[in-house]
């Protein structure tokens, strides 16, 4: 709660088990589904209420990076739903088969792109395009710490452990940066909302923050162990690390120079 130079946890917004959720911070509402159902629900600060039109026994769920389109996987079918209308009116727009069970999935904001992370062979996880028809392989490698498109568009960023790429259907697959560049044990990688700079955790407790169009690189550092780059309300704003005994950990570029930042533990917790 609060803007990211100034605040706070709040409290639990639903202590119903859950298998899985995505949380859409613009919209202010998380995907979640429902332990042993995989029915899929609407977590708000309201309260909860099942996705309307959308059959239960989901298996994972990806929400997009401004929150008004999602997909939901079936194990059973071996295929996605993709829902536009997020979060007032939801609707199924279209059913795609995968080319296996994905660990990860991402979504464009209007529902028109599918990307999924899917393991064929042992230690390897190949990344599939769905924008049209059958699944188009794009990459593979040992593991892909996060996949998202750009806010607002089709561009995918597709993050391994030494580098991260930017895949456009009609520029094809291109390298953004790798160890070359001081990049690696990547964790997360995410866009800003004007999809000029791209935005990389790594291990090391660095975040690489990469403009597209001067192709120049800045490094900041936080006094943490960065475990992925989660999407906050902002242009580009986003999450470090997970809940635990330390602060949470914030990285803001919405301001005139990207920097760093703690958020405080509630009243009882302790930083």
Same mark, same amino acid.
């Given at each position: 709660?609060?803007?990211?130079?100034?605040?706070?946890?709040?409290?639990?917004?639903?202590?119903?088990?859950?298998?899985?959720?995505a949380i859409a911070s613009g919209q202010a509402y998380?995907?979640?589904?429902?332990? %042993?159902?995989?029915?899929?629900?609407?977590?708000?600060?309201?309260?909860?209420?099942?996705?309307?039109g959308v059959r239960a026994g989901a298996q994972l769920a990806a929400v997009s990076p401004l929150g008004t389109a999602a997909a939901l996987y079936y194990g059973d079918t071996g295929k996605a739903s993709i829902l536009t209308g997020l979060?007032?009116?939801?609707?199924?727009l279209r059913e795609i088969t995968l080319d296996g069970a994905p660990s990860a999935m991402a979504v464009s904001d209007d529902g028109a792109a599918l990307a999924a992370a899917i393991s064929l062979a042992a230690n390897e996880s190949t990344v599939f395009s769905y924008s049209a028809g059958a699944g188009q392989a794009l990459l593979s490698d040992r593991r892909f710490p996060s996949l998202e498109f750009v806010p607002g568009?089709?561009?995918?960023?597709?993050?391994?452990?030494?580098?991260?790429?930017?895949?456009?259907?009609?520029?094809?697959?291109?390298?953004?940066?790798?160890?070359?560049?001081?990049?690696?044990?990547?964790? %997360?990688?995410?866009?800003?909302?004007?999809?000029k700079r791209v935005f990389i955790g790594m291990q090391s407790g660095q975040v690489a923050v990469r403009d597209?169009?001067?192709?120049?690189?800045?490094?900041?550092?936080?006094?943490?162990?960065?475990?992925?780059?989660?999407?906050?309300?902002?242009?580009?704003?986003?999450?470090?690390?997970?809940?635990?005994?330390?602060?949470?950990?914030?990285?803001?570029?919405?301001?005139?120079?990207?920097?760093?930042?703690?958020?405080?533990?509630?009243?009882?917790?302790?930083?």
């Open positions: 709660m609060g803007i990211p130079a100034a605040s706070q946890l709040g409290g639990t917004l639903d202590g119903t088990p859950l298998s899985a959720v998380g995907l979640a589904l429902e332990n %042993g159902t995989g029915a899929a629900l609407l977590v708000t600060q309201s309260g909860r209420q099942p996705v309307a979060p007032d009116a939801p609707q199924v568009g089709t561009t995918l960023v597709m993050a391994t452990q030494d580098a991260v790429y930017l895949y456009q259907s009609h520029q094809g697959l291109q390298l953004l940066t790798d160890q070359r560049d001081g990049v690696a044990n990547v964790v %997360g990688a995410a866009a800003s909302g004007d999809g597209l169009a001067a192709s120049t690189q800045t490094l900041l550092t936080c006094s943490c162990q960065p475990a992925g780059m989660w999407r906050l309300r902002g242009k580009a704003v986003f999450r470090l690390n997970e809940l635990g005994a330390g602060p949470l950990w914030v990285v803001d570029g919405d301001g005139a120079a990207p920097r760093i930042l703690f958020v405080a533990m509630p009243a009882g917790g302790s930083l």
